[in-house]
C-alpha cells in the first residue's frame, strides 16, 4: 500500500482568500486572538465614549487639569512602549528557539509593565486621598473605570506572561507553547495601543 | 514542511515573515517612531507651537499615526494580499469603535443642546 501524497504544483500561491487550503493551526489560533482583541477595543470604546460625554461633568470637584502630573504619564508611557518593544523581542527570540534571551527579555518586559501599574497605583491612591475618588464626579468615575479596566488589562499580562515564562521552562519552545506565546505579544502589544488612546484623550487633552 | 505551510496559509497577525534580523529592524524602528510621536504629543499639549484651538485635532493625529506605527511595527498588519482577513477585521472593529464614540458623542451633545437652564 502506497500512502497517498499531495503532488501537485501550486501555480499560484495561496492570496489569503483560503485557495491554498486550510490554514495552520498557528494562523488559525493567531486569528482568533485577534478577534478577541478587536472585541477588547470595542469594550474600550466604550468606556471611551463614556469618558468624553462625562468628562466635564466635575460636579464642582477638582478637574483634570488640577489632578494630573504629565510627568508621570510621560513616565508611564515609556514604560509601556518598552515593554512592548522587550515583549517583541522576547516573541522573536522564543521564534529563533533561544529561551535564555526569551527569558532575559521577559524580565525586562515584566519589569517594565510593574513599574507602569505601581506608578498607576500610586497616582489613584493620591487621588483617592485627596478625596477625588470614584464616587466624586461624573468625570472621576468615568476616569477610574477607563483608566482602571486599562490597568486590570496590564495586570492581567503580567499574570498572562509569568504563565507563559513558567510554562516555556516547565515544557521548552514547543509549538503549541509558541502558539499561545504569540497570543500573548498580541495581547501586550494591543494594551499598548489603548494606552495611546488614554493618554491622549485622559491625561493631555484633560490636563489643558 | 515549513516552504509548503508558509506557501499555503493566510498571513498570521503578529507575525512578520521574513529573516529574524529585518524584525530586529522592524521593533526597533517602531519603537523610535513610537518615542518620537509621544514626545511630539506631549509637547504639542503643553505648548504653543501648534495654533491653541486646533491642538485636539493636533493630538487626535497624532494618536491615530502613533496606533498605526504600533499596528505596522508591532503587531505586523500589513497590507499585502496575504493579510486580507487580518485587516478586514480590524476595519470592521474600527467601524464599530466609530460609531460608539463618535455616535455617543454627537447624540450626548444633542441632548445637551436642547436641555433648559435647570433652575437650580
Redesign the interface.
Known amino acids: 500500500m502506497t500512502i497517498a501524497t499531495v503532488d501537485f504544483v501550486p501555480t499560484e500561491l495561496a492570496r489569503g482568500r483560503g485557495g491554498g487550503g486550510p490554514a495552520s493551526t498557528r494562523t488559525v489560533v493567531a486569528y482568533g486572538f485577534w478577534i478577541f482583541l478587536l472585541s477588547d477595543f470595542i469594550l474600550f470604546s466604550g468606556l471611551f465614549a463614556a469618558y468624553a460625554v462625562l468628562s466635564g461633568n466635575t460636579a464642582g470637584g477638582p478637574t483634570g487639569a488640577e489632578l494630573f502630573n504629565l510627568r508621570n504619564v510621560f513616565i508611564e508611557t515609556m514604560c509601556l512602549l518598552f515593554s512592548s518593544y522587550t515583549a517583541g523581542l522576547g516573541a522573536l527570540s522564543a521564534e529563533r528557539r533561544q529561551p535564555g534571551s526569551f527569558l532575559i527579555f521577559s524580565a525586562f518586559t515584566f519589569v517594565l509593565g510593574a513599574a507602569f501599574l505601581v506608578i498607576e497605583a500610586r497616582e489613584f491612591a493620591r487621588m483617592v486621598a485627596e478625596g477625588a475618588g470614584p464616587s466624586h464626579s461624573g468625570f472621576l468615575s468615568a476616569f477610574f473605570t477607563l483608566v482602571g479596566t486599562h490597568g486590570v488589562h496590564v495586570t492581567s499580562g503580567l499574570i498572562f506572561l509569568v504563565y507563559m515564562v513558567a510554562q516555556v521552562v516547565a515544557k521548552g519552545l514547543r509549538p503549541h507553547v509558541l502558539r499561545r506565546l504569540l497570543c500573548f505579544s498580541l495581547f501586550w502589544h494591543a494594551l499598548d495601543i489603548i494606552w495611546v488612546g488614554v493618554f491622549t484623550l485622559v491625561y493631555l487633552m484633560g490636563a489643558r | 514542511m515549513i516552504g509548503d ?1 508558509r ?9 512578520e515573515e521574513q529573516e ?1 534580523t529585518a ?2 529592524l522592524s ?2 524602528v ?2 523610535g517612531l ?2 518620537l510621536l ?1 514626545i511630539m ?2 509637547v504639542v ?2 505648548t504653543n507651537l501648534l495654533w491653541p484651538p486646533g ?2 485635532v493636533g ?2 493625529v ?2 491615530f499615526a ?2 498605526g506605527v ?2 505596522v511595527f ?2 505586523h498588519i500589513g497590507t499585502g ?6 485587516v478586514v ?2 476595519a ?2 474600527v467601524l ?2 466609530f460609531l ?2 463618535v ?3 454627537w447624540i ?1 451633545a444633542n441632548l445637551n443642546w436642547n436641555m433648559m437652564d435647570m433652575p437650580r
Open positions: 505551510s506557501m499555503f496559509d493566510d498571513r498570521t497577525p503578529g507575525v529574524p524584525s530586529y521593533y526597533t517602531g519603537l513610537a518615542i509621544t504629543s506631549f499639549s503643553q491642538i485636539p493630538l487626535i497624532l494618536a502613533q496606533i504600533h499596528l508591532f503587531l494580499p496575504d493579510h486580507t482577513n487580518n477585521a480590524l470592521f472593529g464599530i469603535v460608539v464614540i455616535g455617543s458623542v450626548i
